[in-house]
């Protein structure tokens, strides 16, 4: 299917796509770099614990913007559909589909960071167990993140494949732009399926690899979209013979 010419909702879905990009970008990179990472100490579990409790607001910040990491990734799902659907409806909602089980699984962490803090809480029924075992407990929910979002990550990349493919095929963004899209979500895709079956894999490919490509693809979309927009593609004619001229109805015809 041939995109016809843009309307008015698809340009406003991309400054929206655009606006969430950035915004899903920025507050992921910052709750976990800015935020959750600096609280966790490696091989230290008790450490790790106390640092949690010691900084719980912090803590708490961190699952509201994993919280507005979903609703972002919610509207821009949506956005990218009211783009793409002249396209191809089908693909289209293939992508969305894709993104929004990412979207449901980065749901998981939050609940996985609550819970790590309801572990490390003065609640009586926790008394039964040692200080000990229920740090470790909680650091293993804080760890459960990593598995949900290499289990989200095929379906990112996927989904990312999929725009991609269809902006390349709309022309409504630069082609260099598209293709590299297409194969750095295509790589993500690869990268996370070799790495669930072979965790080894992470040694000689380094996880921040598997999907920095494919960021650096968003990144870029992001800010076309924001500040250039979508790009009206060429409607190509085909030529009309003198045989489909001269069978053609005139309006005489039609006042018969």
């Not at 968003?218 to 003198?242: A, M, T, Y």
Request: overall charge positive; hydrophobic content about 55%.
């Amino acid at each position: 299917m041939t995109a016809s010419i843009i309307n008015k909702s698809q340009r406003t879905a991309a400054k929206v796509a655009g606006l969430s990009f950035l915004f899903t970008m920025i507050i992921v990179v910052f709750a976990n770099y800015g935020l959750l990472n600096p609280l966790i100490v490696r091989g230290n579990v008790a450490e790790t614990a106390r640092n949690i409790v010691a900084h719980e607001t912090q803590f708490r910040v961190t699952v509201v913007c994993f919280l507005a990491y979903s609703l972002g990734v919610f509207v821009l799902l949506a956005a990218l559909y009211v783009i793409l659907k002249p396209v191809n409806p089908g693909l289209a909602l293939v992508g969305a589909i894709f993104r929004l089980v990412f979207a449901l699984l980065w749901l998981l962490t939050t609940l996985n960071l609550l819970g790590a803090l309801r572990l490390l809480g003065s609640a009586s029924y926790l008394q039964t167990f040692e200080p000990e075992r229920l740090q470790a407990m909680s650091r293993l929910s804080v760890a459960a993140n990593f598995d949900a979002y290499y289990v989200g990550l095929p379906f990112f990349g996927l989904a990312a494949t999929v725009i991609a493919y269809l902006f390349l095929k709309s022309k409504y963004i630069p082609k260099g732009l598209a293709l590299f899209g297409v194969i750095s979500s295509a790589w993500c895709v690869l990268c996370a399926f070799v790495y669930l079956v072979f965790p080894g894999f992470a040694k000689p490919v380094n996880p921040y690899w598997f999907d920095s490509p494919m960021a650096l693809f968003e990144l870029c979309l992001g800010l076309w979209l924001l500040f250039k927009g979508l790009r009206e593609p060429e409607l190509c004619r085909e030529p009309v013979s003198d045989a489909q001229f001269e069978n053609a109805p005139s309006h005489r015809d039609g006042l018969q």
